[in-house]
């Protein structure tokens, strides 16, 4: 049903490189160390040299790491159409979750509900839950209107075989794109302007309860549980009464939230997902999505089953891992939103290992494998299970298999029970059963500690249509304020006891062990050598201090060669994947933006969490689209409104590479000093340069994206201090 490309030159490419950049390397690093033999000849001050040599070896041993994921890629074909008759396979639970209507707006929720519904698989067999933390009623209605214009949008798709199942993205493309295959039929074009004026209809009152409706503010974190099976609503809409019963299970679901327990965010949201299914339709596969990520072609059920079923794979098989992809994706992505060298690049490497970790959203997963046995484990005793999973004799019975699927179960207290707040109080959810707790990244947790280091495997299906699109990140705040949580719950997990580092030595191949151990220390090599190669080694040109060998020294070449081979292997891989030569610039940018801040407030974030000095929060990414913000993202211009704790330490560290580089110019023209200071000189340029949208943004630009004056007055006088500081520590 699937086969599995090994990439032998890609492999021997990446080998071969990993070989010669490591010897390389090996110079380098021997030339800073031999310096401490002979520094007291040369007059060099030793701290600066100590801190650059620091930084090098973090850098050294970051990409060492991360070269675990390109040792052996794989891509995967499918072949659904080898799978069994339909009435063969196993059902589906769909589980989305959404928290705060003002930032997740109900009808873009709606159309990934109603795009779920729609996948190409036996109605009977797939059941989509939403868990709706923010308690709004708005989301609730919003499910009721899906539920009514589905039954008209579910048979249009099949009978016509509509990819998009999103109809927001659907009626929103041009024709050429959408792919139809009927449109010079008329009964075809007439059906579609029937089903559009339905889907203006929904999204019109859909609008109004959001007008108009309660969106839970006052009541996010003090409701009680509510849960309901949508079903048919007493308006007629003359449709066939089998279509209308054609119709795939709908379920919302809000767990009771009280101030004085702790919510767990995500995680928490989901296990009760999990408990509630359990009991409802127990299906033995989960589709997990984020809220904005609707289905972009329904056959991906099928193409997951074609692991899922293969009878060699599915014994030691977890889940199977899509890429999250955009639809909003502008050619000039600034922000790196599509997170190409993840999804493109390391993906498929450590599919050639054990596989990929969870990914939040866009995987099918075995529900067996949340429940915490290890493979080869069966366990009989309902005693223990009650202490491990709860007293819910329904749920008990859904583990060993022995329950019967009923729907009336939501009108019962057994089901309140499964979402209420205190359920997990004594049990082992959220440590050893289901999602994870204690880390905000609960994907990568429960993927590392939950499946991997028990076990299972994962694998990773990329096929050429995107399987799911969600909304990119298009303006700088959300962007930074995104990889800010991201970088405190990874480097959380790195000073947790099960951390990667530590954790895993022993139950991981030791590539796969390098790609989870990769997220951890990535974050804090980056921000200590960015912070470090764009402060000191300018601080050190003012001065007219070499760090780095002479323009005729032997090593000079040895600084060339490293610097070039990384830079090229970073454009080859852009290049391969499909990008431009520009997505190489923007992605070069952003890593050094991200590394000098986001990298250094989240790991600050994770230190204080362990000394107690802050408490775990969440943020959630708002996906609500500001017009002007937008068009800025879509000409690939920056919008500088954000905190001015990201402004500051950018605009700072660019002030001082733009002076460190002309006074560098200066004693080049003057002094004569290009061979002694050529590398500074051209590190502070290259700083410069590649940063040229924040000098853009402090000296030309009038409108409102543009870097406050308060900001550039603050980071000039950073950038004085640092200049003050590094005259009178480094002479």
Not at 125 to 147: F, P, Q
Not at 389 to 412: H, I, R, Y
Request: charge should be neutral.
């Amino acid at each position: 049903m699937h086969l599995c490309h090994v990439n032998k030159l890609t492999i021997f490419i990446n080998r071969t490189y990993t070989v010669i950049h490591s010897v390389a390397l090996s110079f380098l690093l021997y030339y800073r160390a031999s310096f401490f033999s002979f520094f007291h000849d040369t007059g060099t001050p030793i701290l600066p040299w100590l801190i650059v040599f620091a930084a090098e070896l973090a850098l050294s041993f970051e990409w060492l790491v991360t070269e675990a994921f390109r040792w052996r890629p794989v891509s995967r074909t499918v072949f659904p159409e080898r799978l069994p008759e339909d009435d063969k396979l196993p059902s589906v639970d769909v589980f989305i979750c959404t928290a705060d209507p003002e930032k997740e707006p109900v009808l873009q929720v709606m159309n990934t509900v109603i795009s779920a519904m729609t996948l190409d698989y036996p109605p009977e067999k797939l059941h989509v839950y939403l868990s709706d933390d923010g308690g709004a009623d708005v989301t609730l209605n919003g499910m009721r209107e899906a539920w009514t214009f589905a039954k008209r949008w579910i048979p249009f798709c099949k009978r016509y075989k509509i990819k998009c199942r999103s109809p927001k993205a659907y009626f929103s493309a041009a024709e050429d794109e959408n792919e139809d295959g009927n449109l010079g039929d008329t009964d075809f074009i007439q059906e579609r302007q029937i089903v559009q004026e339905n889907y203006e209809v929904f999204q019109e009152r859909v609008r109004e309860y959001a007008k108009h409706g309660d969106t839970g503010s006052s009541k996010r974190r003090d409701h009680s549980a509510v849960i309901e099976v949508i079903q048919e609503s007493s308006r007629n809409h003359g449709l066939e009464e089998n279509e209308a019963k054609n119709m795939p299970l709908l379920v919302y679901v809000s767990r009771e939230k009280r101030p004085s327990h702790a919510t767990h965010f995500k995680a928490g949201a989901l296990n009760v997902l999990l408990r509630v299914s359990g009991v409802l339709s127990n299906s033995p596969f989960i589709l997990g999505l984020d809220c904005d990520m609707y289905c972009n072609d329904p056959s991906s059920a099928r193409q997951a089953m074609c692991f899922l079923l293969d009878p060699k794979l599915s014994p030691s098989l977890a889940f199977v891992q899509f890429p999250q992809k955009f639809h909003n994706v502008s050619k000039k992505d600034i922000y790196d939103s599509q997170l190409r060298s993840i999804f493109s690049v390391q993906w498929q490497g450590v599919d050639g290992l054990q596989g990929p970790g969870v990914c939040g959203s866009g995987y099918y997963l075995k529900r067996l494998s949340l429940y915490g046995r290890s493979l080869n484990y069966d366990h009989k005793d309902v005693m223990e299970l009650r202490q491990s999973f709860g007293p819910s004799n329904e749920f008990v019975k859904s583990l060993l298999g022995n329950n019967k699927p009923d729907m009336k179960m939501a009108q019962l207290s057994e089901t309140q029970q499964l979402a209420s707040c205190t359920y997990e109080d004594g049990t082992k959810w959220g440590e050893q059963a289901g999602f994870l707790y204690a880390i905000v990244a609960e994907d990568y947790f429960t993927g590392f500690a939950s499946l991997h280091c028990k076990g299972w495997n994962s694998v990773y299906c990329d096929p050429k249509r995107a399987q799911f699109l969600g909304s990119g990140i298009t303006n700088l705040n959300e962007y930074l304020v995104h990889v800010r949580r991201w970088t405190s719950g990874v480097v959380d997990i790195a000073f947790s006891k099960y951390s990667p580092l530590i954790y895993g030595i022993s139950k991981l191949s030791f590539l796969q062990y390098m790609c989870y151990a990769s997220p951890l220390i990535s974050p804090i090599c980056q921000f200590f050598s960015l912070w470090c190669l764009a402060t000191i080694p300018q601080l050190c040109l003012l001065n007219g201090i070499s760090l780095y060998p002479e323009v005729s020294s032997s090593y000079f070449w040895i600084f060339t060669f490293v610097f070039l081979s990384i830079v090229s292997r970073h454009l080859y891989e852009v290049i391969t994947t499909g990008a431009s030569l520009r997505n190489w610039i923007y992605e070069q940018r952003i890593w050094m933006m991200t590394a000098v801040t986001c990298h250094l407030y989240g790991s600050l974030d994770a230190f204080m969490k362990k000394l107690g000095l802050s408490e775990v929060s969440f943020t959630l990414t708002n996906k609500v689209d500001d017009d002007e913000q937008l068009k800025s993202y879509n000409a690939g211009v920056f919008d500088f409104q954000t905190s001015a704790v990201f402004l500051v330490p950018l605009a700072s560290l660019v002030i001082l590479n733009m002076a460190s580089f002309c006074v560098g110019i200066a004693r080049v023209v003057f002094l004569g000093e290009l061979e002694k200071l050529f590398i500074q000189v051209f590190i502070a340029f290259y700083v410069v340069v590649l940063n040229y949208p924040i000098i853009e943004g402090m000296l030309i630009r009038k409108d409102n994206g543009r870097i406050p004056p308060s900001v550039i007055v603050l980071s000039a006088t950073a950038s004085i201090i640092f200049c003050l500081l590094g005259s009178i520590i480094f002479m």
